[in-house]
């Protein structure tokens, strides 16, 4: 298998414009995680699914972010308008059951 | 709640030397733990995990940790390090029947020194 598979792998981009990320899982897993890592607050987790299903979003930080998985082979996650204090990298990780979680390289974003 | 509490931000050690990377957690059930390594500019990869039976479990790479329920910690050890352990290390908890999520801690550099 291929793992986790991100696109893109950088992005910059200006404040106030769509960014979308995009994320293929293993496949068949049947979990769905998107974290976001910055040298402030450490590694945090957005969202996860379960079955495509959004199981918690709690730590979606504001209405901007959304995120979507539309079948079991694909999942995105929106942010509009962007700032620059949304600049991280944001990793997608897949899972099976409690497995352990397998995590893509990463899509490092810079909004300027 | 859970939380994990990885108790030193930076080890640096010289090759050869042993390490130790602390790890505490806080449940009021029963978890599995991990520990991944991250090595700059890629992702996190699992390192070694309990999820039950022996409470020390080993990696391929020479690491082991062991699972110590009355103190609640989970600490990460290597008897020989290699300049080439020069990472980024997070232990994580999940409970179970919740589909997997994992809480991380905030993470320790190991540098490695020649």
């Known amino acids: 298998d291929a793992g986790v598979i991100q696109s893109p792998r950088h992005e910059v981009t200006e404040m106030g414009q769509e960014v979308t990320l995009r994320c293929k899982p293993i496949?068949?897993?049947?979990?769905l995680f998107w974290y976001r890592q910055t040298m402030m607050r450490g590694l945090e987790l957005l969202i996860y699914?379960?079955?495509?299903?959004?199981?918690?979003d709690s730590g979606m930080p504001e209405d901007r972010f959304s995120a979507k998985m539309p079948n079991a082979s694909f999942s995105t996650l929106k942010i509009q308008p962007s700032e620059p204090r949304d600049s991280a990298v944001y990793f997608c990780?897949?899972?099976?059951?409690?497995?352990?979680?397998?995590f893509g390289p990463g899509t490092r974003l810079t909004v300027t | 709640a859970q939380s994990v509490t990885q108790l030193d931000s930076q080890v640096p050690v010289f090759e050869e030397a042993p390490v130790e990377l602390r790890c505490n957690y806080s449940?009021?059930?029963?978890?599995?733990l991990f520990w991944y390594v991250q090595y700059p500019n890629q992702g996190l990869q699992l390192l070694l995990k309990?999820?039950?039976?022996?409470?020390l479990v080993e990696s391929i790479n020479g690491f082991e940790a062991e699972f110590n329920k009355s103190q609640t910690s989970f600490h990460l050890r290597k008897p020989s390090v290699h300049i080439s352990d020069t990472a980024e290390y997070f232990c994580?908890?999940?409970?179970?029947?919740?589909?997997?999520?994992?809480?991380f801690g905030q993470g320790t550099e190991l540098s490695v020194k020649p």
């Open positions: 990780a897949s899972s099976s059951l409690q497995e352990e979680q397998y």
């Open positions: 496949s068949g897993h049947n979990s």
């Open positions: 699914f379960n079955n495509n299903v959004p199981i918690d």
């Open positions: 449940s009021s059930v029963s978890v599995y």
């Open positions: 309990y999820l039950s039976g022996s409470t």
């Open positions: 994580a908890v999940s409970r179970y029947n919740q589909g997997g999520k994992l809480i």
